[in-house]
């Protein structure tokens, strides 16, 4: 089974009833942050990992629940230099089959669990083919995304308006939504837990998260040098036992039973997301 396991991890979790579980996170003014504990269980107990980065960057493992992150890593106010980098390149000026094809397959998905359609947000909504693709199926969308660019093109190509925002400013009130979508979006953020909790907060019981995020279990097994993980945009390295772990702490039950095959193979045989050697 290792040696099949997929590069991405795709996940789905209904909010069960009740409130989340609470978290407090922390900032640092510094062009660069070094944290003192792990952002997601709090815990103290956190060290180098195995491979590490070019400097100034640096990887830490948490002791306590296994999580990968960066530290030293660039706070909140420092990321838009490297992200301008990235997408300078972004010259998109037509529309994706691909996109609209993948877009349309996790509708399928919603409506295994929603026969009715409902109301949905996605988060990170890019150019908009999700929700484009879930307005056609019946449903109500809501969508929040940073990049301008994209938000254009949405208004553009699917006459979408998009919110530019982040979650935790979303003008929505709680127990708004049937559903909410993050794809490859956690790992970018500063504060998982926070995101977790708000996306519980805004769903109503029953609801349900969909998401995907790299699996930096796959990553050594795909030979792949710990300077191609996307650092520093990319700040938090799930495997499947720690996504799962995360979101069932916070009130979420999981509905996919390969990522929990895996969480629970991660979990007997010890896997680590670089060699043995490293």
Known sequence: PASRMPTSQELRAKRMSGNAATHQSSSNPA??????????????????????????????QCGACGMVFLSPRPPVDA???????FYEGDKEHQKNARQERRAQRHVRRL????????????????????????????????????????????????????????????????????????FQLIEHVHDPKAVFMRVHQ??????????????????????RDVNSWRIPRHLFFFTPKTLVRNVEQIGFQVLRRPLKFYATLEERLGWQPWSTTA
């Open 111 to 182: 409506a295994s669990h929603f026969p009715t359609p409902g109301r949905l947000l996605d988060v990170g909504a890019g150019d908009g083919y999700l929700l484009d693709a879930a307005r056609t199926a019946g449903w109500q969308v809501e969508g929040l995304e940073l990049s301008e660019p994209r938000v254009a093109r949405a208004r553009e190509w699917f006459n979408l308006s998009l919110h530019s925002c982040d979650l935790a400013s979303a003008p929505f009130e709680p127990a708004s939504f049937e559903a909410i979508s993050m």
């Open 31 to 60: 062009r660069l942050e070094t944290l003192q504990q792990c952002p997601l269980c709090q815990s103290a107990a956190i060290s180098k990992a195995p491979v590490q980065p070019s400097p100034p960057f640096g990887l830490m």
């Open 202 to 223: 805004l769903l109503k019981p029953g609801g349900v998260m969909m998401l995907s995020t790299p699996n930096v279990l796959a990553y050594s097994r795909k030979s």
């Open 79 to 85: 990321m838009k230099p490297y992200y301008d980098a």
